[in-house]
């Protein structure tokens, strides 16, 4: 028997956030793409200042009227202790690869800032279209007879936000039926070289710098293929509240970028790059994101990575032909920044494109 992650997704902290658990009560649907027999889940409480109570946690599968409690050394009712995370007990549970896992979370604790988001619902289903975080549950471990591969996704919202990055996991569940567990390690406003800090009021929640992050996943958590987008915070961010001296220069960036190659190979976790998507006439805060000097370090950095063959042009095919500088409108949210859902969907079929 193996031990495997099946799902895990990135939390981070949400000062900010009031009374997310009003109502006392929170359920998330997990689409799975690992079958097994015994399962256990993990409860973070990373950011808490105190424990966060858990009341009960109900399990089922698909929507069924059957259910499990998710206990802690026997227990139903049980408490995480503040900056700490905790495993249930392990349950018997027959999952097949497809199934949705319901978790209900009970706990009287009104506004836990230890959270995870999601835009994307097609593989995390939360209580309605516009719930965004949730918190509790951040990640599921199954033990089963056949070995799996391991599949992380590493960037910031571009990935957190799960348009391309579930669409993706859809693919590889597809065509590698029960082979493949997933880590979405997106972090919203995340940045490569710089931990959060910023002006902005969700500047907590953008955690430690990028390759912090990653060179701890790394040892934490064996990785089989790491897809990675990162680096465009790090020209974003400045001088829209974040210092604009921590603009990093193109060869700050590229030292950074080989750092990441570096705990792929130590690790032997084969790196997929994704180059720098554009962001010109993006806005945050009032404050004009883009410059020209900052497109020229962009360009500057994407012509470092296309140099590897393990590298897909993401950025060139999202660009504006007439600007490459720009976001095309069919793949953007809006903000300029962003991918919306279709075109994320677009993307994650643009990189099996290009992996298969």
Known sequence: MVKVTAWRQMVANFPNIKAINQAHKQVVQIKQSLGTHRLRLEIANDFGATALVISQLEISLNDRTETLLGRVNGQANFSVPAHQRCW????????????????????????????????????????????????????????????????LFFGDSLTNQGYYSAALTQIFTTRFPDQWGVINGGISGNRLLWPGHSTSVWSPSFGAAGLD?????????????LIFMAGLNDLLHPGTGSPVSELPTATEMIAGLLQVEQLAAKTQTKLIRLTV??????????????????????????????????????????????????????????????FSATGGKLVADYIASQLW
């Open 213 to 225: 992050r990653l060179a701890q996943l790394l040892v934490e958590q064996p990785v089989d293929q």
């Open 88 to 151: 249930t007990d392990w349950l018997t549970l027959t999952v097949q690869a497809g199934d949705w896992l319901k978790i209900v979370t009970v706990s009287p604790t009104t506004s836990p800032q230890t959270l995870m988001q999601t835009l994307d619902q097609s593989r995390i289903r939360l209580t309605s279209a516009a719930t965004q975080r949730f918190f509790g549950v951040d990640a599921i471990e199954i033990d089963r007879r056949q070995p799996a591969q391991q599949l």
């Open 277 to 338: 998507t554009p962001f010109k006439t993006s806005v945050i805060d009032s404050q004009a994101g883009w410059t020209a000097e900052k497109e020229t370090r962009r360009q500057a950095i994407n012509h470092y990575l296309r140099q590897f063959d393990t590298t897909i042009d993401v950025a060139s095919y999202v660009a504006e032909p007439a600007d490459l500088a720009k976001l095309a409108p069919r793949f953007d949210c809006g903000d300029h920044i962003h």
